[in-house]
């Protein structure tokens, strides 16, 4: 009476649902390295070698705490290459009498999964995933009847959930959202504190040695893998970031500086979205750090928000929405992905510090993915489809479900306003009040027009040309097209001439 337990490579939580619903002397759990997930998109190399180190270290765990762990590696000779073929290839070799699974992440995954029953034969069971604070009938619940769902609302009714900063019925410190105090600049010569390094052990040494042989092709640098790879190291990431970059996050938390990855940043994404980290613990440990006084209000509401506010809303509008989610398309944008995505040289100092970036950690902070990426591939009309599918292969905490929404809705705002209540679209002002970019950058951030000005004022006043009929009505977006409309003519057509020539040498 064998009970088969798949278990994926971002389920890596000991009190995973499946693993509480059987006993290690009933179950073999099933872990496999497929070539499909590898391969869906182009992921970055250091995306599949945390990924593949993070499951063989959770499998030592489980065998050392008496499971039994049936590991398949993507160069078993045998190995098939996706999930249905890996399952029903254990189902037979340990005579299993049920599938017990947790759901996937993605709507791609949960499908594969309803199919491995017929491919094995056997009676399935997926159970919820609940290791998320908002479970999805709620959330659900919640969106049901909303023409749009804002985070804000949302954020706080999780605030009054799990009593996260909060005095009684009310926001510790009399408000909810600090915001406003968290997009400050840099001052010059300010230092920061880099985050802790996690060497290769030999078990990830080994791993990198099989991804270099068989993904060398794909986009992205291994040089410097660093990741924490199991829970004790990820905790202790955890309380790096909550001494040293805690107290500094909310200032600087919108901030950009040349040569600096990181800033106060956590960096801990990948391993929560593994399952080495939960929410609520890392929740929890920031606003210790506030009541400890170790921490500023802001710095501590600002980073709880990314986690228990966004974090948790992505999720449940990612299921709510449904599978074709990722094919929405606003605004008809159909221009290919722009070549620099991928690396290819480009002169906008913004630009280049941000994929060059990617290349080497498989990481970017949040506004370089939104307000430089992101706008920038919004700004020239590329196809969303092809924006989506590029951040889900280059970020190391890129799982469809937190990805999708960020990229599809917020960044490039192809769901027609569902969760973001206007384009976050931007010229070059933003990108040097933001940053010291604009400074190092060949281009005149404050020329619309000519042979040195920045490109991104151009593409940003023609964007909102080019899409007048359907946004002006945005009352968001009123004093941008005021200002258009404040143009003379004759300097609306070098805009957009600028513009044209620049998408034309793009392409």
Known sequence: MTILVPLLGDQLSHNLASLRAVTPASAVVLMMEVAEEATYVP??????????????????????????VDYVTLDDAHNTGDFAGEVARAAAR???TRIVTVAGGEWRVVESQRAWAERARLLLTILDDDRFLCPIEQFAAWAKGRKRMIMEDFYR??????????????????????????????????????????????????????????????????DSFAWPVTRAEALTA???????????????????????????????????????LSPLEICQAAEAAFHAGHA??????????????????????????GPDYTARNHLAATRPLPALFWGAPTDLKCLSEAVDATSRNAMAHHIQRLMILGNFAMLVGTDPRE???????????????????????????ADGGLMATKPYAAGGAYVNGMSDHCKHCRYDVKQRTGPNA??????????????????????????????????????????????????????
């Open 387 to 413: 924006v989506h599918r590029w951040y889900l292969a280059v970020y190391a905490d890129a799982i469809e479900w937190v990805e999708a929404p960020n990229v599809i809705g917020m960044s490039q705002f």
């Open 238 to 276: 955890l309380k790096d970031f909550i001494t040293h970059r805690l107290p500094g996050f909310g200032d600087y938390q919108d901030a950009m500086v040349t040569g600096e990855d990181v800033l106060n940043h956590s960096l801990l994404a990948p391993a929560l979205n593994l399952g080495l």
């Open 296 to 321: 500023p209000l802001n710095a501590v509401e600002g980073f709880i928000r990314q986690i228990l506010g966004w974090r948790e809303y992505v999720r449940g509008l990612y299921w709510f929405a």
């Open 43 to 68: 992921h970055h190399p250091q995306k599949i070698a945390l990924f593949f180190s993070a499951m063989r270290h959770f499998a030592k765990e489980l065998r050392e705490q008496g499971w039994t």
């Open 157 to 222: 009714i999780m605030r009054r959930q799990t009593g996260l900063l909060m005095d009684g019925d009310q926001p510790v410190g009399g408000q909810w959202n600090y915001d406003q105090e968290n997009r400050k600049s840099v001052p010059k010569g300010h230092r920061f504190t880099p985050p802790l390094r996690f060497a290769p052990d030999a078990i990830t040494l080994d791993v990198l040695a099989l991804v270099q042989a068989r993904f060398h092709n794909h986009f992205g640098s291994l």
């Open 454 to 507: 920045c490109p991104l004022n151009a593409l940003y006043w023609d964007f909102l040309a080019r899409h007048e009929a359907l946004l002006s009505s945005n009352q968001r977006l009123w004093r941008m097209y005021d200002g258009w409309r404040r143009f003379a003519p004759e300097e609306q057509a070098r805009i957009r001439a600028q513009a044209a020539a620049f998408l034309t040498n793009l392409a």
């Open 94 to 96: 340990h005579n299993a």
